[in-house]
């Protein structure tokens, strides 16, 4: 007898844990009205400059944006550093012709697990973001931009996170890549690893710290859906820099 009663404790508690749990994730009309107007103030701040409000409106410290040619953004810093050098906000007249920038309605979806959105951009792709509630409202925690020519490669978020810890974005030995700008000042370009799309696959640079070279990789999916190197080439820095390869900013 004392064996089912414990038996029904356990299942009962087990019940009410995934209660719980999905009541954590449970949008009240309010939460979706505020997880839209985070696109909003991102579109608004990016489209002015403001890199401090586009910087606010992510989770901070751990926040991150992602993109093929920036790589894996992460934290408060970096994220000003790349609306600061954006094409449209380098030179008062590029910012001029950029205008307003249009503010996509943003599908949510709530599960136990994560509260997620994604946002259409036309032939330019869409943004894949997760959001969580702070003590200061609602943030990004991550938005990653997957683009038209990655939706026709069939791949997804999952696919380039993979292939971001595949590469070791977050084992601290890459450096971020700086370029000069029109006016001749470096400005942050890419954090970890750029990827891009070649008829090999997936193709990855990453800028070694302390170094001066950088991995030139090609990744491929494998027949259990899992992604791999096909090739991982190391470029010295006397090579590297005979071949015009961005360096980090000293």
Request: with cysteine; aromatic share 8%.
């Amino acid at each position: 007898m004392k064996s089912r009663v414990w038996v029904v404790m356990i299942l009962g508690a087990a019940v009410l844990a995934t209660a719980k749990t999905s009541a954590q994730q449970t949008l009240t009309a309010q939460d979706r009205a505020d997880i839209q107007e985070l696109s909003a103030k991102y579109a608004k701040a990016l489209g002015g400059c403001a890199a401090e409000d586009y910087a606010d409106v992510f989770v901070p410290e751990t926040g991150y944006f992602a993109s093929n040619i920036r790589g894996e953004v992460v934290g408060r810093e970096r994220l000003i550093a790349l609306v600061r050098s954006e094409r449209h906000c380098i030179s008062s007249a590029a910012q001029a012709a950029a205008g307003p920038r249009a503010v996509p309605t943003v599908v949510i979806e709530s599960t136990a697990r994560a509260v997620t959105g994604r946002a259409e951009l036309g032939a330019a792709g869409y943004y894949a973001d997760e959001y969580v509630k702070t003590p200061k409202g609602w943030r990004i925690k991550a938005r990653t931009v997957i683009t038209g020519q990655e939706q026709k490669a069939n791949l997804s978020v999952a696919d380039v996170t993979a292939i971001r810890r595949l590469a070791g974005t977050d084992l601290g030995q890459f450096d971020d890549v700086y370029v000069a700008g029109p006016d001749g000042v470096k400005r942050f370009r890419t954090s970890g690893v750029a990827l891009g799309l070649s008829a090999d696959g997936v193709t990855g640079r990453a800028l070694l710290k302390n170094d001066g070279g950088f991995y030139e990789d090609v990744y491929v999916r494998t027949q259990q859906g899992g992604w791999r190197f096909k090739s991982r080439a190391y470029v010295a820095a006397d090579a590297a820099a005979s071949a015009s390869t961005p360096r980090a900013q000293p």
